[in-house]
């Protein structure tokens, strides 16, 4: 419910300033790298991409996070304002004024510090030019930093092969 009504205060705050526009277009891609971090952390950074041919500016970036996450050193573009209390499903992203929205052709990074490893997350990335508002949504994958079942059975087999090869050696070294 929150959100919604911050949508509808951002839509209030951007339609002073903005000039109306007959129409657009929000095309924009979400990126993540995540990595350990001291502490027992793992850190989140996030790109936000407006395509040069998206026709409304990013506004706001929504992720859903787990209750449990403990979000720690949270950054946002400057402008930007965040929404965020430990315990709760989500953290937001928003910009705070109307220069600081990520005009088409240019990205911005957010990043954060959590307690739990990667995870399927759903986000929604909001564009808006008053009197337009248009939201994308999507799960965004963050690559593990564990290797994947086949890459452990590809190393599991070289070494023994690594060690099959020298106790070979090691035998006609006896002989």
Same mark, same amino acid.
């Given at each position: 419910?929150?959100?919604?009504?911050?949508?509808?205060?951002?839509?209030?705050?951007?339609?002073?300033?903005?000039?109306?526009?007959?129409? #657009?277009?929000?095309?924009?891609? =979400?990126?993540?790298?995540?990595?350990?971090?001291?502490?027992?952390?793992?850190?989140?950074?996030?790109?936000?991409?407006? &395509?040069?041919?998206?026709?409304?500016?990013?506004?706001?970036? /929504?992720?859903?996070?787990?209750?449990? &996450? /403990?979000?720690?050193?949270?950054? &946002?573009?400057?402008?930007?304002?965040?929404?965020?209390?430990? #315990?709760?499903?989500?953290?937001?992203?928003?910009?705070?004024?109307?220069?600081?929205?990520?005009?088409? #052709?240019?990205?911005?990074? =957010?990043?954060?510090?959590?307690?739990?490893?990667?995870?399927?997350?759903?986000?929604?990335?909001?564009?808006?030019?008053?009197?337009?508002?248009?939201?994308?949504?999507?799960?965004?994958?963050?690559?593990?930093?564990?290797?994947?079942?086949?890459?452990?059975?590809?190393?599991?087999?070289?070494?023994?092969?690594?060690?099959? $090869? $020298?106790?070979?050696?090691?035998?006609?070294?006896?002989?």
């Amino acid at each position: 419910m929150h959100r919604i009504v911050r949508r509808l205060a951002l839509i209030g705050v951007f339609a002073l300033g903005a000039a109306e526009a007959a129409h #657009g277009a929000f095309i924009a891609s =979400l990126a993540v790298d995540v990595s350990p971090a001291t502490g027992g952390y793992y850190a989140y950074i996030y790109t936000l991409t407006n &395509a040069s041919t998206s026709t409304l500016p990013a506004v706001q970036f /929504d992720l859903a996070v787990d209750v449990a &996450a /403990d979000l720690q050193n949270i950054v &946002a573009p400057t402008g930007w304002a965040v929404d965020y209390e430990s #315990g709760l499903e989500s953290v937001s992203f928003y910009a705070d004024s109307l220069g600081a929205s990520i005009v088409p #052709g240019s990205s911005a990074v =957010l990043s954060f510090l959590s307690r739990l490893g990667p995870a399927l997350q759903a986000y929604d990335l909001v564009g808006s030019s008053p009197p337009i508002l248009q939201v994308l949504d999507g799960e965004i994958a963050a690559p593990s930093a564990v290797p994947e079942p086949s890459s452990w059975t590809l190393l599991a087999a070289s070494s023994l092969l690594a060690s099959a $090869g $020298g106790i070979r050696r090691f035998r006609r070294l006896r002989s």
